[in-house]
């Protein structure tokens, strides 16, 4: 298993946390912004996972597996893989509107996309 998926792993790292943190921004949508930026980090990190257990499988979908065999908890990995399904499809198309790729969005890119709520 990867070091990504440890469990005292955070995929925002602290310069992205003050990045967000330092935005004039109400906190609601700061904290939109943060859960935009993790589930953004999660996907850049299964696609740079090129292990075996991936191939030709619903990456994600393993990913979310894995993670909640920390918390031997299967309710959670459904929930947390239909949530993160939700972010892809929203992010997505969020990018295509931009004409970025997904894995080429930044923190600003993330302030539009909350800003356009």
């Known amino acids: 298993m990867s070091n990504?998926?440890?469990?005292?792993?955070?995929?925002?790292n602290i310069q992205i946390i003050k990045e967000i943190?330092?935005?004039d921004l109400p906190i609601m949508q700061k904290q939109h912004i943060r859960i935009l930026a993790h589930c953004l980090q999660i996907f850049?990190?299964?696609n740079a996972d090129n292990s075996l257990e991936y191939q030709n499988?619903?990456?994600?979908?393993?990913?979310?597996?894995?993670?909640?065999k920390k918390f031997d908890d299967k309710k959670?990995?459904?929930?947390?893989?239909e949530q993160l399904v939700s972010?892809?499809?929203?992010?997505?198309?969020?990018?295509?509107?931009?004409?970025?790729?997904?894995?080429?969005?930044?923190?600003?890119?993330l302030v539009l996309l909350v800003e356009q709520r």
């Open 4 to 12: 990504n998926l440890d469990p005292f792993s955070n995929p925002l």
């Open 21 to 23: 943190d330092n935005l």
């Open 44 to 46: 850049k990190i299964i």
């Open 57 to 68: 499988k619903n990456s994600l979908r393993v990913w979310c597996d894995n993670q909640s």
């Open 76 to 81: 959670f990995s459904d929930l947390f893989y």
């Open 87 to 109: 972010t892809s499809k929203k992010l997505s198309t969020f990018s295509k509107k931009i004409g970025k790729n997904i894995e080429d969005l930044e923190i600003d890119d």
